[in-house]
């Protein structure tokens, strides 16, 4: 049995701000995971590393989530901090991006500190850069793990929709703001005092913005404090118990979860390579196909590729955050059948008719999956700038739809899992528990869930979000392996060398040819494929729920 302190509760007079400030952490995690993915391939490349090195690079992102997200959430889920369980993560785990941001921007100069000019000073800054690569990842995935888990834990299972709902907008607003301050020239704006590159100062207001989001969601939101949890030995259990005790769950996972799971492994296998490459494709598109010769020749070209990738993705941003604020008004939400609103006398003829054809969140999501492999699996016919960026647009619903439904569905699950018999009794009078502004009772509220406790059964504790979604990141990454490895063979096939656009240090006897079709649009075109076991694993989680 569980007991806790306190209740979960989000400053702001209205539903709307209490929802925008618990998921406004989003916000800079998504800025700062727009950044990495739009710049750092370009800067790995333009570092002199081939493309087929710069794919092993990217095995950073799985190995923080296959490793950190699940132990950080299990950690989290069983600290007892008077902070609650997952604020103090998100400020700490903040700041160390930051640290490893800076130092990933800075790397030549870093370097340069302390070592010569030569081959050497090189081989450095790359392993540099690697490494800071890696701490960004692993950093600021226990900061996603600890802010979806909040969403969670703060939320009653019939607001679980809302909340992912408003989550994805604001990784669309994330990755909106992101692009469009990548498409400006903020050298020319603001000058070199702020760094010399394009890639600095968006490293630098990338950190400034993920401590600012984090720090406000988590002034905004008050947490439940863990008083003991189900397992009393937990607090004492050690790194390999933890391990044990994750591998035990995620092999033997409950049907609707496994059921997400499964279609989180198939669908990552298209999204891995389109969220890390899609932008150095739209920016290759435009060098080989549609820009002047000056342009070719220009001093920097990373900061040029990733102002042309950032211009598309601007319009991809725009659809996802379009798809993120229309598809909840048109989409039934998975708890409808539990309640009946009552419309205005005046519309209640149109809105009856119009709620008749409204899908389901499940079957939007299998026609997601659908868009998504469809328009992808076109990119090797691709061959301008504006093809590409209107392929990148199409995917725009079907990424909303993927930042939503998971976490929805999760969420709902793992709130049933942690009161299977509605379980709460109160050892003092309080009012129902449900998202509200803060109010301070006159006494502490206390909690205890067990199998004794009165029926609540929209309540929730979310006590085992940081473990169920640690799980589903490992679901995540596994298929982050496998596109990784896709994308190595495939670019030691088909472009073995150098980037002849951004590796202007290397000899030209080491630049790869582009009389060949686009290895990363190979890349995108297999990833597709693999979508459509995704669609089919849907239609599985569809019937679940029907059969009951």
Not at 41 to 52: E, F, I, M, R
Not at 96 to 123: D, N, Y
Request: with cysteine; glycine share 8%; proline share 6%.
């Amino acid at each position: 049995m569980a007991s806790w302190a306190g209740q979960p509760s989000v400053k702001g007079s209205t539903e709307s701000m209490r929802m925008a400030l618990l998921t406004f952490s989003l916000v800079g995690i998504q800025f700062t995971w727009g950044i990495e993915m739009t710049y750092c391939t370009p800067y790995l490349l333009a570092l002199g590393l081939t493309k087929s090195r710069t794919s092993l690079v990217w095995i950073a992102g799985p190995l923080s989530g296959l490793i950190v997200q699940p132990i950080i959430g299990v950690l989290a889920d069983r600290s007892k901090s008077k902070y609650g369980r997952r604020r103090p993560v998100m400020l700490i785990g903040s700041v160390l991006v930051a640290g490893c941001l800076i130092t990933l921007g800075w790397a030549k100069e870093i370097v340069g500190h302390f070592v010569e000019e030569g081959e050497f000073r090189r081989s450095c800054t790359v392993a540099l850069a690697v490494v800071a690569i890696y701490a960004v990842d692993f950093a600021i995935n226990a900061v996603q793990a600890c802010c979806r888990s909040l969403i969670v834990d703060t939320l009653p299972i019939p607001k679980q929709q809302t909340g992912s709902a408003w989550a994805s907008r604001m990784v669309a607003i994330g990755h909106l703001t992101g692009y469009v301050i990548g498409t400006m020239d903020l050298v020319k704006i603001f000058g070199s005092s702020f760094g010399d590159t394009q890639f600095k100062q968006l490293i630098l207001v990338s950190a400034v913005a993920l401590i600012i989001s984090c720090g406000v969601t988590s002034w905004a939101v008050t947490e439940r404090v863990l008083i003991s949890g189900r397992d009393a030995d937990a607090p004492n259990k050690g790194i390999i118990e933890i391990i044990q005790h994750i591998f035990k769950t995620a092999t033997s996972l409950p049907p609707r979860i496994q059921a997400i799971c499964n279609i989180q492994l198939w669908s990552w296998i298209g999204w891995f390579p389109f969220y890390f490459y899609s932008t150095t494709f739209v920016g290759e598109m435009y060098f080989r196909y549609d820009a002047p010769h000056d342009v070719k020749q220009s001093k920097d070209a990373l900061g040029d590729i990733g102002r042309i990738g950032s211009l598309a993705l601007v319009v991809f941003s725009s659809v996802v955050f379009f798809g993120a604020t229309i598809l909840p008004i048109l989409i039934r939400s998975p708890d409808a059948e539990n309640f009946t609103k009552r419309p205005p006398a005046a519309i209640a003829a149109v809105l009856t008719k119009f709620n008749k054809y409204r899908p389901d969140l499940l079957t939007a999501w299998i026609w997601g999956h659908c868009l998504f492999s469809s328009s992808m699996i076109l990119t090797p016919f691709a061959h301008s700038f504006r093809s590409a960026t209107f392929l990148m647009a199409l995917c725009g619903i079907p990424s909303a739809l993927s930042s939503w439904a998971p976490s929805t569905f999760m969420g709902m699950e793992v709130n049933r899992l942690s009161a299977p018999a509605p379980s709460y009794r109160r050892l003092s009078i309080t009012s129902p528990l449900e998202l509200t502004s803060p109010i301070t009772p006159a006494s502490p509220t206390r909690l205890e869930q067990g199998a004794m406790a009165e029926k609540e059964e929209n309540s929730s504790t979310g006590e085992l979000s940081g473990l169920y979604f640690g799980i589903l990141n490992i679901y995540t990454t596994i298929p982050q392996f496998i596109g990784t490895f896709i994308s190595m063979v495939v670019f030691a096939l088909l472009e073995p060398g150098k980037s002849p656009e951004l590796a202007h240090d290397a000899d030209p006897s080491e630049h790869h040819g582009t009389d060949g079709p686009n290895a990363i649009a190979v890349c995108l075109c297999i990833g597709s494929m693999c979508t459509i076991g995704a669609a089919f694993a849907t239609r599985r989680l569809r019937s679940l729920y029907r059969d009951g």
